[in-house]
Each structure stands twice: as structure tokens, then as C-alpha cells.
């Protein structure tokens, strides 16, 4: 099983940026980023293919970019403007489609420990 270690989670304030890593242990055709906040349930924020094609949910559409280093089976999550409202815990997520992250949560392989990132206002 891949094992994932995330990194880059901290506070900013609204407005700013931040950078969040994951480094997998091996191959995954999928990887992506979800979030969970108190008192919501757990989302989907982004995917992206071994091919780099990368879906976003409308609400970080803009603002958050999705990339990755297959050399290095990394993938990262640049997250600029950020909002209180992005506060949340990150999960890096990797499987086998990338409607893990919306419709086809059975895809999903391996989840990560998460890393915090809070924005405030």
C-alpha cells in the first residue's frame, strides 16, 4: 500500500498563499486533495491524472492550482487569495479515477494524515 506524507499546512491570513506537498511512496494513477472542517463533511478539493488533467471544485476554481512531479510521485496544492472559510484539515488522497474526488469515492486507495491550514480573517 502507498503510504503518503503531506507537508506545507500553517496559518495565514486572508488573502495569502500557501503551498501543501505530498509525497507518495509510489505510483498512483490519481492523486488529489480533500478537506474536512468542523461541521462540515469531508470534500473534494482537486484531482489531478498521471497525464496532469485536473478537476477543481467550484469553490476553489481560480484560486487553488493542482500539480504534480510523476518523477518524484509528488503532488502539491498551490492555494492563493485563500478565505477563513478554506480553514479546514487537508487530506492527500490517491486512487484509481478522479471521480474519487466527486462521484466515485470507491477509487479511493490510500488517504493521507492530513495537514492544517487555517486562514483568518
Known amino acids: 500500500q502507498v503510504e503518503l506524507t503531506e507537508s506545507g499546512g500553517g496559518s495565514v491570513q486572508a488573502g495569502g498563499s500557501l503551498r501543501l506537498s505530498c509525497k507518495a511512496s509510489?505510483?498512483?494513477?490519481?492523486m488529489a486533495w480533500f478537506r474536512e472542517s468542523p461541521g462540515k463533511e469531508r470534500e473534494g478539493v482537486a484531482t489531478i491524472d498521471s497525464d496532469g488533467r485536473a478537476t477543481y471544485a467550484d469553490s476553489v476554481k481560480g484560486r487553488f492550482t493542482i500539480s504534480r512531479d510523476n518523477t518524484k510521485n509528488t503532488v502539491f496544492l498551490q492555494m492563493n487569495s485563500l478565505k477563513p472559510e478554506d480553514t479546514a484539515l487537508y487530506y492527500c488522497v490517491v486512487g484509481s479515477a478522479a471521480g474519487m474526488a466527486w462521484e466515485a469515492p470507491q477509487a479511493i486507495d490510500t488517504w493521507g494524515q492530513g495537514t492544517q491550514v487555517t486562514v483568518s480573517s
Open positions: 509510489g505510483y498512483s494513477y490519481c
